[in-house]
């Protein structure tokens, strides 16, 4: 199993998130952002929205270009933190279309995640509030699997035992992934 670090990114915070640590984004999409803005040099910033997906930047220290994308709906109705569906790619480190979630609390130690696309289904190894695919030779499948698809489910068991569902549209993934290419070239 390769373990890689996650790269959170929310509108001017970029954080590292290695397996085993924590990821509280500090704070969430305004549901109003204009669908265009200017790159940012100082963090991250939404160049481009398809439907449920937006397209972000950061010209940080290298170059790293994203989808991200936030559950439609989560059951059963907790109280925790926002949840978010990234695909990430830098350059720099030669990755490209590197899937993970942040599920927005803290996930049951020693249990995994699991991703459902369609009829397939990708077991994600989690850690803290974040999953990763556990097998990286399937994210390419998993990421076409998606752009073929038109919904996904997230699904973990919080360190309170409560087994929770949380549900994606992948409505625009397809046009973001290629805007993610188109960036991060």
Known sequence: MIFR???IFCLGTVMTLAPGA????AKKTPKNAPKQT???????????QYGDWGVYVSNAKSK???????????TPKLNRDPGYLFISTR??????????VVVGFTIKEGSDATVDVGNMSFPFYA????????NAAEEGKLVE????????TVKSTSARGNVTTDHYSLSG????????AQECK
Not at 22 to 25: E, F, I, L, T
């Open 5 to 7: 670090p996650l790269f």
């Open 22 to 25: 924590s990821a509280q984004p």
């Open 38 to 48: 200017e790159k940012s040099e100082q963090g991250p910033a939404l160049v481009a």
């Open 64 to 74: 790293i270009c994203y989808a991200l994308a936030e559950p439609k709906s989560r």
């Open 91 to 100: 350059p720099a480190e030669n990755v490209r279309n590197e899937v993970s």
């Open 127 to 134: 850690k803290n509030d974040s999953a990763w695919v556990k």
């Open 145 to 152: 699997a998606m752009r073929k698809g038109s919904d996904l």
């Open 173 to 180: 993934i397809s046009q973001a992934l290629d805007r993610v």
